[in-house]
């Protein structure tokens, strides 16, 4: 196996590691050692294996039980930072791009890749160069903006959270008006700038926010 590169298969399905070992199988330069179906197997494998036996990269399913890819790859990367992990999925999910590439990802490829792309991508990371397509690059992009971005809670009034929470218990602008001692026009005027500055539609969208950001009950805090 001299100056192949090795590889160890982290996923939970036993037909993707088969058809992803068929794949390595047709690439001289390439070498599978070892396959896990989760990232505690996997980091159990590598316990065990000598230093010289163990893989250059790892590909990583996302998704998977006991351990997912973001945490296998986190620990591998900690505890062996010559592996180089190539995070492999089913789904483009911008924030879990971004966790990924946190994590010490050296790649994030999409299980439609073709054979060669797939192995293209493997001996890239062998030689650490990230490559990522033009979708996995706006995905990873668009979730580092998302993730930047100002909360828009920052940007409401006292005021405003109070009408919001009222909102979010089903009062109407009558009620928030006589709970809060202010005018119905003026409730109706922080109704607006609420939608406005949250860019939702309607009161239902503008209650199911306050349940998200995890204000329900916590008037008082």
Not at 29 to 44: F, H, P, Q, T, Y
Not at 185 to 213: G, P, W
């Amino acid at each position: 196996m001299s100056g192949q590169v090795k590889v160890m298969i982290v996923d939970d399905h036993d037909m993707v590691r088969a058809g992803l070992k068929t794949y390595m199988a047709l690439e001289p330069e390439l070498a599978v050692v070892a396959e896990a179906g989760n990232g505690k197997e996997a980091l159990r494998l590598l316990a065990d294996m000598a230093p010289e036996a163990r893989p250059d990269v790892m590909l990583v399913d996302l998704m998977m039980p006991v351990m997912d890819g973001i945490e296998t790859t986190r620990e591998v990367t900690g505890l062996y930072p010559d592996i180089r992990v190539v995070m492999l999925t089913s789904f483009l999910e911008e924030a879990k791009v971004v966790q990924a590439v946190e994590a010490g990802a050296m790649n994030y490829v999409l299980k439609t890749v073709s054979s060669d792309q797939l192995v293209a991508t493997v001996l890239s990371a062998a030689r650490g160069v990230p490559v990522m397509n033009s979708e996995v690059s706006l995905a990873l992009t668009r979730g580092l903006r998302q993730r930047n971005a100002p909360d828009e809670a920052d940007d409401l009034t006292a005021r405003e959270k109070e009408v919001l929470l009222l909102i979010a218990e089903g009062k109407t602008n009558k009620e928030i008006s006589e709970t809060l001692h202010i005018s119905i026009k003026t409730v109706k005027t922080h109704v607006s700038n609420l939608l406005m500055k949250c860019e939702l539609e309607d009161r239902t969208q503008l209650a199911i926010f306050a349940h998200r950001k995890g204000w329900i009950g916590k008037q008082g805090s």
